[in-house]
């Protein structure tokens, strides 16, 4: 008999690795997204990938397809971020945190490169339009059920990568995995490569400490092999402390020049060297986006359902302090993974075995995530604090 798929929700980094996981292994699945497309909205800032992230990437990809992932990759130069006062544009080092992983460079790549990479060969099971809202249990499976009711195909696992508003973390978990609003807002922009000559290369932060409402500050990253390339655009991530950065009528889905405007009112009074990345932003690209983090006691325990998994931001969601949440989200793909090549397809016990791994280095990230938090963003998690 032909095996039953594995139902993914969600065509997010880690659904999509585990998706090529599975490709690999000959195991049938079938992915569902909500949005129309991969590039229907805003894919938010670069991601720097650790050790452990691309040793999971490596893992699964195979030593072929994974040579093509690490060519797409930038590499920069230095150990940790170069700090900048953002008013008198004086220069100072860091010594927070280390971001090497490989060859002694710090390696990133763009969210949405790296979801088209994730997704080659994977083409013909990736369906869209389809918005995963919960799970019903059969007799010897499981169907994905969509928000306009309608039903999958009867798979033999259901796993959810579908980020930290996925209702099916919440249905199988029987609502104790919670996610927090932190208060702390950020804007991701874009700017032309020329737009960053004057730092030269490496991984800045530039630190706004003179702004009224408390703490302001951007990270980004120049890459050498891109800085001299006119048709590529660097990436500026913006953070602000729990009230600097104010959505209008807060909402925070706004997209475009909206918030290109609020970036650049907020960095009027910076140094010069500074202000091309705000001047000559492609406004379009420009989101904003809310600092969010899970139970940061870590993954909690409940019953588990050998049919349901979870992966990525469903299970575990990070605040970007850190930069680990999406190599934790690769590390899940690649467990999974090797647990149903290993089985040769769903087995009883795959998602045990899975879940009792996953909490242990899952949990260890969301108490350093948000543990630099604290620190960087100046937020708390109490009884007083919203969830989302």
């Known amino acids: 008999m032909a095996q039953k798929p594995v139902l993914i929700s969600g065509a997010g980094l880690a659904s999509l690795l585990l998706a090529q996981s599975l490709l690999r292994s000959k195991i049938p699945f079938q992915i569902f997204e909500r949005d129309a497309s991969l590039s229907f909205r805003g894919q938010g800032y670069r991601l720097r990938l650790s050790s452990e992230g691309l040793d999971a990437i490596e893992a699964v990809l195979g030593p072929s397809a994974f040579q093509r992932f690490w060519d797409r990759c930038g590499k920069t130069g230095g150990s940790g971020f170069v700090g900048f006062d953002a008013i008198t544009g004086v220069s100072y080092e860091e010594k927070t945190e280390s971001l090497g992983s490989r060859d002694g460079k710090i390696v990133g790549i763009a969210r949405g490169e790296m979801r088209r990479l994730f997704l080659e060969g994977c083409e013909e099971f990736l369906h869209f339009n389809k918005h995963v809202k919960g799970y019903e249990l059969t007799e010897d499976g499981v169907r994905a059920v969509f928000a306009d009711g309608s039903k999958s195909v009867e798979g033999s696992l259901l796993v959810a990568g579908d980020g930290l508003k996925s209702t099916i973390a919440k249905q199988v978990s029987g609502g104790r995995l919670k996610v927090y609003d932190l208060g702390a807002r950020g804007i991701h922009g874009q700017a032309p490569t020329s737009a960053f000559k004057s730092l ?6 530039v630190v706004d400490t003179a702004n009224p409402d408390g703490r302001l500050s951007i990270i980004t990253n120049v890459r050498p092999n891109d800085m001299d390339d006119e048709n590529v655009e660097f990436g500026w991530t913006m953070i602000g402390i729990p009230g600097v950065i104010k959505a209008p009528n807060d909402d925070y889905t706004i997209v475009g020049k909206g918030a290109a405007d609020i970036a650049k009112s907020l960095t009027k ?9 705000f001047d000559q932003m492609n406004e ?14 870590g993954v909690p325990e409940w019953p588990n359902e050998p049919r349901v998994g979870l992966i990525g931001d469903a299970v575990h969601s990070m605040t970007p302090a850190g930069g680990i949440g999406a190599n934790t989200a690769v590390r899940d793909s690649a467990l999974l993974g090797r647990l149903l090549h290993e089985a040769g397809g769903y087995a009883p016990g795959v998602t ?15 108490k350093s995530s948000y543990g630099m938090a604290t620190k960087a963003f100046s937020v708390q998690i109490d009884d007083s604090t919203p969830t989302i």
């Open 269 to 277: 009074d910076w140094n010069p060297r500074f202000k091309p990345l």
């Open 284 to 297: 379009h690209e420009a989101a904003f986006w809310k600092i969010t983090c899970s139970t940061p006691t």
């Open 352 to 366: 045990a075995e899975y879940e009792k791994e996953m909490r242990v280095y899952g949990s260890e990230a969301v």
């Open 200 to 205: 030269g290369e490496g991984v800045f932060r």
